[in-house]
């Protein structure tokens, strides 16, 4: 069965349309990366997803596990199962990251009619969950990515998605701003992650992330819409030929 | 004028006065009614109240609290009171309710030798000596009509004396309550609070009231820390959305003295938290954190001045506050730096959050350097709750509301993180949230 279903999707950023009839299937258990050039809507996409304001739908449909997603505010959309990585995850100085999860999945917890975690039980958890991150407890107890390195940013993103176990995970270009051991820490969280109820969507730029990360299918975004879909050896083919073999204007995507 | 029934009242008054018949004392309150006869309520053209119009306070016709009998004094309070009270297993606590001391609700406890906590009427039948260098010191050329006011009419209040290297292990709780009643009510409350050399103690100093009390606490604390003395301080105000509050906290830091004030506000129509310091010795030190987290039409000012006048003093300044509606904040941070007052660390910070279009910021830091060689600094900063943050925070479950709440949390953390006192901590955050 389908897990994420979108269907001619437009949306626009103030008046530019920069998402133009996208479609894109994605079934339960499955990882799709979407790959390309700068501009081309990628992250547009995530924040549409994920119902950041100013980003506005003007047509087509999206359908999560058979609901209309874009009818539900983004903490509905979170508490169903929505998560996203952001490619700059936000300082919030004065919130603790240990109280910013522990507000977190206790909201998921309400919202789905659970009861909420008491402090030992969670504490418990998150240190089990940010040992395979590298998480220790002073980066938990700090303030929610003040200070934090880029690396430290990213792997706390992917910390969050093993905290909040979500359904569906969109990563909006998890890869950038990584050293290779960063990468690998943060790829081995995410594998360890995947699941037959759990489907991701991986945005990148470039082919480096898919070597740790396979994915099951590769898109091709430009100008708004998906110009050409294939299983892991496109984005390969990619990396070799550069987006100039779909006739498309941008640097290479092996140019990491 | 409202100004000329406080005369009228001195006079109807003065032969019940607490301490009526003692010569320096009749002259002392005789000194500062003139002063205040003259003076009356301060007005915008002063500079000092430039930013806070006490036009609607003057205009108010306000009463003397009726003396309550034991029995009804025990009926306002149990159920309203309780919330605010720390354990008594944490704290030597003294209780007014109304400007008049509550054996009933006060539990001071056992004290150390070598500290006296009291209370300023007792303190002025039973020993007036004992208090007069603190009276006479409290009556500056410097002070408003305000301060001259509450000495004229002073009828009660703290006492807290500490020996030199004594230390009290638990903190003070000085609990002020007003009810409600027909009339509105001013009280005057005076205390004193005088440390000795390398003592050590942590008071918390609390204004609260029924939610419909309609009061005006016009009330002065004077804090005399002698060389090496250390206090920690915390003042927090939730008076009802109708009274009226101004506080004025002076202060004298000797020779290595160190003083940490942390001042929250939340309640009154109007407040004024004011606070005035002189370092007057090599290595004192100064630390004020105050904010105020008000709506509607709330107006909260908050005003400092610190002296440095002697050489190697240090201050540090934090202000922040969190305004919604149509609510209005004040904040005057005045630093004076001395001829001769060399090597001083100064550093000033005011940070606003603006919640809604309507509400509004005044921040004025003054700085007056007489001096070469000093490091003072100041900076100020308005602005909304990060719109960024409160997607991020959504994007993860949590409702906007939620998300909001979360926010204005973190930014009034900073002010608790100054207190070094986990049992007033604590207790100050647990008011807090109920107050959210």
Redesign the interface.
């Known amino acids: 069965m389908s897990m994420l279903s979108i269907k001619n999707l437009h949306a626009t950023v103030g008046d530019r349309e920069i998402l133009q009839g996208l479609d894109l299937e994605i079934g339960a258990g499955e990882v799709h990366a979407i790959m390309g050039p700068n501009g081309s809507g990628k992250s547009t996409l995530s924040y549409v997803l ?4 100013g980003y506005e739908v003007t047509r087509g449909e999206v359908r999560f596990m058979g609901e209309d997603l874009l009818a539900m ?3 509905e959309r ?2 169903k199962g929505v ?2 990585a ?1 490619q700059y ?7 603790s990251n240990l ?3 522990k ?3 206790n ?2 917890r309400r ?1 789905r009619g659970e009861d909420p975690l008491d402090a030992i039980e969670f504490l418990r958890l998150a240190r089990a969950k940010g040992k395979q991150l590298e998480m220790d407890d002073a980066l938990l107890q700090r ?1 929610v990515n003040v200070g934090f390195s880029g690396g430290e940013k990213k792997r706390n993103e992917i910390f ?1 998605m093993a905290m ?1 176990e979500p359904a569906f995970a969109i990563l909006d270009e998890t890869d950038s701003g990584l050293d290779i051991d960063a990468l690998r820490i943060v790829s081995d969280g995410v594998n360890s992650l995947r699941a037959a109820d759990r489907s991701m969507l991986l945005i990148t730029h470039y082919q480096r992330l898919l070597s740790y990360i396979v994915p099951d299918r590769v898109h091709v975004l430009a100008e708004g819409r998906i110009v050409t879909s294939g299983g892991k050896e496109l984005a390969l083919e990619l990396e070799e030929k550069g987006y100039a073999m779909l006739g498309l204007d941008d640097d290479a995507p092996a140019a990491a | 004028m409202v100004s000329d029934s406080f005369v009228k009242q001195f006079e109807a008054e003065r032969s019940a006065l607490p301490g009526a018949g003692l010569p320096w004392l009749d002259h002392i309150r005789e000194t500062a009614i003139e002063r205040f006869g003259e003076s009356g309520f301060p007005t915008t053209r002063v500079e000092s109240w430039k930013y806070t119009n006490l036009s609607r306070l003057s205009r108010n016709e306000f009463g003397v609290p009726e003396p309550r009998s034991p029995e009804s004094r025990f009926k306002v309070s149990e159920a309203l009171l309780t919330p605010w009270l720390m354990a008594a297993t944490d704290c030597h606590r003294l209780v007014f309710i109304d400007g008049e001391f509550s054996q009933d609700h006060s539990a001071i406890g056992d004290l150390p030798e070598g500290v006296i906590l009291s209370r300023l009427a007792e303190i002025i039948e039973s020993n007036p000596d004992f208090i007069h260098d603190a009276m006479a010191a409290a009556e500056p050329e410097d002070g408003d009509g305000l301060s001259a006011l509450n000495t004229a009419l002073l009828r009660d209040g703290l006492v807290l004396r500490i020996d030199a290297g004594i230390e009290l292990p638990l903190p003070v709780q000085l609990i002020h309550y007003a009810t409600d009643g027909d009339t509105a009510t001013a009280t005057h409350p005076r205390h004193l609070v005088t440390l000795g050399e390398n003592s050590r103690a942590s008071l918390v100093e609390c204004y609260v009231g029924a939610p419909a009390a309609r009061n005006w606490t016009n009330t002065v604390m004077t804090i005399d820390l002698a060389p090496g003395a250390n206090l920690e301080h915390a003042r927090l105000q939730i008076e009802s959305n109708d009274a009226y509050h101004v506080g004025l906290t002076r202060l004298n830091i000797a020779r290595d003295a160190a003083y940490s004030g942390v001042a929250l506000s939340t309640g009154a129509i109007l407040a004024r938290n004011e606070f005035r310091a002189a370092l007057t010795g090599a290595g004192a030190d100064c630390r004020i954190v105050a904010g105020a987290l008000i709506h509607g039409r709330q107006h909260s000012d908050i005003t400092t001045e610190i002296d440095h006048a002697a050489p190697h003093t240090t201050s540090a300044q934090l202000f922040k506050n969190v305004l919604d509606d149509r609510s209005r904040a004040v904040t005057q941070g005045r630093v004076v730096v001395r001829p001769d007052a060399q090597k001083i660390n100064a550093d000033q910070s005011n940070k606003n959050l603006l919640l809604s279009p309507g509400a509004r910021a005044d921040s004025k830091p003054e700085l007056r350097i007489f001096a070469d060689d000093v490091k003072c600094s100041h900076g100020a900063t308005m602005g909304d709750l ?4 409160i ?10 509301d ?2 909001r709440k ?2 204005i ?3 009034t ?2 002010v608790l993180d100054q207190i070094s006192s986990p049992v007033i901590r604590d207790y100050l955050n647990k008011i807090l949230e109920a107050a959210a």
Do not use: K, N, W
Not at chain 1, 89 to 95: N, S, Y
Not at chain 2, 386 to 389: G, I, P, V
Not at chain 2, 391 to 400: H, I, N
């Open positions: 994920s119902g950041r304001e505010s983004t903490d979170a508490a998560f996203l952001l995850p936000v300082e919030i100085p004065g919130v109280t910013f999860l507000t977190a999945v909201a998921m919202a303030a969050q909040l | 990060d719109q960024e943050a997607f991020y925070l959504q994007s993860r479950g949590l409702p906007e939620e998300a979360l926010l949390h973190a930014f953390e900073e």
